[in-house]
């Protein structure tokens, strides 16, 4: 999905913008070979058939070497063309199918009765008039046809939207960085090791979460060209970026400090990447005006940074990344400066924006919330490693790793073993007795693995002692309970865990409230995750 708009409809879209195309270019080259005296007609006839004799990928292979990103034309004038995406795809796809058009509508001509032109000219009509209402009317049913075909064939073309399609999902791959076996040293601390992603694709919202000192900044930085890996590699659309200056990156990083130009107002700070580009004045001013709307910043334009709140200054700064439009957005830790409720409405107002504009996005924080509620995908680190990749539900339902689970949120942990395993119900014996998990999403544990069982806070419930049943349940006394509002979060000695049990119910009021010292059963889920040990 791109901007509402699907990948049918852009399939559809492409193939009625390349059959008119083809229409009235190969018209224009059949009504002139087959109509006119103009000289060197056999050569337009020959190369209006040429690609009869190439394969239907070729004409992409050959926009990609003259004009790609590292083409011909990059490299003898240092500018790079725009022909991934549309521009590219409609002259690919025109090229390799104008052949085809151009048969047909040329067969179109051939079949009109030459007495018919000939009689409009001799009641006095110029060869533009019979054109337009002789020949053209006539042609009608048969362009129809062509165009039918042409139609049909465009659609069943897939070489070229693999191509060079770009950002448009169409039949293209959408990946646009990959990160490969990553290092990175600062003396003799590993700061990232070995890190690797397969793939960030267009329109994502990528978390990078972890402790203080994990390596999710240096990754964030080696991204955006500001400090280079000792080894791996860096993929931009498939282009190794190691050795691109951060200018030359379509990257754009908001910095935690913001980074704005002090002595330049709120349009000034905007501006300064238009005007680095070189835009026109005219263009600045609309671009510049543009994103002030849209991050609801209109009538500040004349202030000095140090005249905006903490809030103001972050959208700012957010602003001038996305104003000169580039492929990536890189986020910094943009929202720890910020005090705890501004958070949460910053949290929501960028990922809004994001949304809004199918930005690329690449956010890095330590808070397990903020990961939660913006990113599509988090990537969990740890002592410059990678922990797991995945989207917010199967990181905090399905964690890798002890890590990621005690990382993500409370939980408890209970060790054991499979005792057996029948299709999908695991019978599991631990320190506080048989447990029974039905559970279709643990296909890589087997009967006699060492487990630890991992139940989040609020999958248990509790009642009193009477209410205990045979299995997974267990027996505690309440040691002390925290009134958070929506919930109260007890923690319960059981004697026969090592650590205490956290659980949490959620709307207290109406409920009441078990008190410290009381004895309470706790009923585990009959599905829940395990890690093997």
């Known amino acids: 999905m791109k901007d509402g708009i699907t990948s ?29 005296n103009l000289p060197l007609k056999g050569l337009l006839r020959i190369s209006a058939l040429l690609p009869l004799i190439s ?36 002259i690919a796809q025109v090229l390799t199918f104008l052949p085809l058009g151009f048969l047909m509508v040329n067969n179109v001509l051939q079949s009109l ?39 049909i064939m465009a659609l069943a073309d897939f070489g070229n939207p693999m191509l060079i399609g770009g950002v448009l999902p169409i039949m293209v791959n959408d990946t646009i960085l990959m990160l490969k076996n990553l290092t990175k040293r600062f003396g003799d601390v590993m700061v990232v090791n070995n890190l690797s992603i397969s793939s960030i694709n267009k329109g994502e919202f990528i978390t990078f979460l972890g402790p203080s000192s994990c390596g999710k900044t240096t990754l964030l930085r080696m991204i955006g060209g500001f400090c280079y890996p000792a080894s791996g590699e860096i993929f931009m659309h498939g282009e190794k970026i190691n050795d691109i200056p951060p200018e030359k990156r379509k990257t754009s990083m908001v910095f935690q400090n913001y980074a704005l130009f002090p002595h330049m107002s709120v349009f000034e700070n905007i501006a300064y990447g238009l ?82 504009l199918h930005l690329t996005t690449i956010f890095v924080t330590h808070d397990q919330e903020e990961a939660m509620s913006m990113a599509d995908r988090i990537v969990v680190m740890n002592k410059g490693e990678l922990e797991q ?87 505690g006394t309440i040691n002390k309970f925290t009134y958070i509002g929506s919930l109260v979060r007890y923690t319960i000695d059981v004697k026969e865990l090592s650590s205490q049990f956290v659980l949490d119910v959620s709307n207290p009021e109406g409920k009441g409230v078990f008190k410290r010292g009381e004895n309470v059963t706790i009923t585990l889920p009959k599905r829940f995750h395990c890690i093997k040990a």
């Open 8 to 36: 049918k409809s852009l399939i559809l879209l492409l193939g009625v913008i390349t059959t008119v195309t083809i229409l009235i270019v190969a018209f224009a080259l059949s009504y002139t070979i087959s109509k006119t």
């Open 55 to 90: 394969p239907p990928f070729i004409f992409s292979l050959a926009l990609i070497i003259i004009a790609g990103r590292r083409g011909l034309i990059y490299r003898f004038f240092g500018i790079s063309p725009s022909i991934y995406g549309w521009p590219g795809l409609i």
């Open 113 to 151: 009765d030459p007495s018919l032109e000939d009689a409009s000219s001799d009641l006095g009509a110029s060869q533009a008039k019979t054109l337009f209402k002789v020949i053209i009317p006539l042609s009608i049913p048969g362009l129809f046809k062509a165009a039918l075909l042409v139609f």
């Open 275 to 356: 005007k680095v580009r070189k835009l026109s004045k005219e263009e600045i001013r609309q671009k510049v005006r543009n994103i002030l709307k849209i991050v609801q910043l209109e009538g500040l334009e004349q202030r000095k940074p140090t005249e905006l709140s903490g809030g103001q200054q972050q959208r700012v700064a957010l602003s001038r990344c996305i104003v000169i439009e580039p492929e990536i957005i890189l986020l910094d830790e943009p929202l720890s400066n910020l005090d705890a409720n501004l958070r949460v409405i910053m949290r929501e107002e960028i990922r809004k924006i994001q949304q809004s």
């Open 389 to 475: 990749i995945g989207t917010p539900t199967e990181i905090y339902e399905k964690p890798a790793s002890l890590f990621v689970a005690s990382f993500i949120g409370y939980i408890n942990l209970i060790k054991g073993s499979i005792k057996s395993k029948k299709n999908n119900t695991f019978t599991i014996s631990t320190e506080i007795g048989e447990l029974i998990n039905i559970n279709d999403n643990l296909k890589e544990i087997s009967s006699g693995d060492k487990i630890t069982v991992i139940i989040r806070p609020e999958s248990a419930w509790m009642g009193n002692v009477a209410s205990k049943s045979e299995r997974n349940c267990l027996t």
